[in-house]
């Protein structure tokens, strides 16, 4: 089994700024693409932006060039630097990993209990 524990929401201005952070633990394998999600009140849940094994990234057009998604492999650590915050950034956010475990070779999807982020003035 793998652990999510998020970190690093919270409440700031517009304009403003929050790192968010994601850290996988338990009986790890590997972990491919790691990266987040949001869901604002009354609306579907959606991608914020992904980041393979090999570095590759992945971005929502209403993110692109405010947001940077990285990672730590060596700490099975995934991090959402979030620039420039308006309140439509306004939602939990959960992360989530492909991985794979000793006690099982199948790769999949785990999820964090999510972090609230909320912009206001």
């Known amino acids: 089994q793998v652990q999510l524990v998020e970190s690093g929401g919270g409440l700031v201005q517009p304009g403003g700024s929050l790192r968010l952070s994601c850290a996988a633990s338990?009986?790890?394998?590997?972990?491919?693409?790691m990266g987040w999600y949001r869901q604002a009140p009354g609306k579907q849940r959606e991608l914020v932006a992904s980041?393979?094994?090999?570095?590759?990234?992945n971005y929502a057009d209403s993110v692109q060039g405010r947001f940077t998604i990285s990672r730590d492999n060596d700490k099975n650590t995934v991090y959402l630097q979030q620039t420039s915050l308006i309140p439509e950034d306004t939602a939990v956010y959960y992360c989530?990993?492909?991985?794979?475990?000793?006690?099982?070779?199948?790769?999949?999807?785990?999820w964090g209990q999510g972090t609230q982020v909320t912009v206001s003035s």
């Open positions: 338990g009986n790890i394998r590997s972990i491919s693409t």
């Open positions: 980041i393979t094994s090999g570095g590759n990234t």
């Open positions: 989530f990993v492909f991985a794979s475990t000793y006690r099982s070779p199948v790769v999949k999807n785990y």
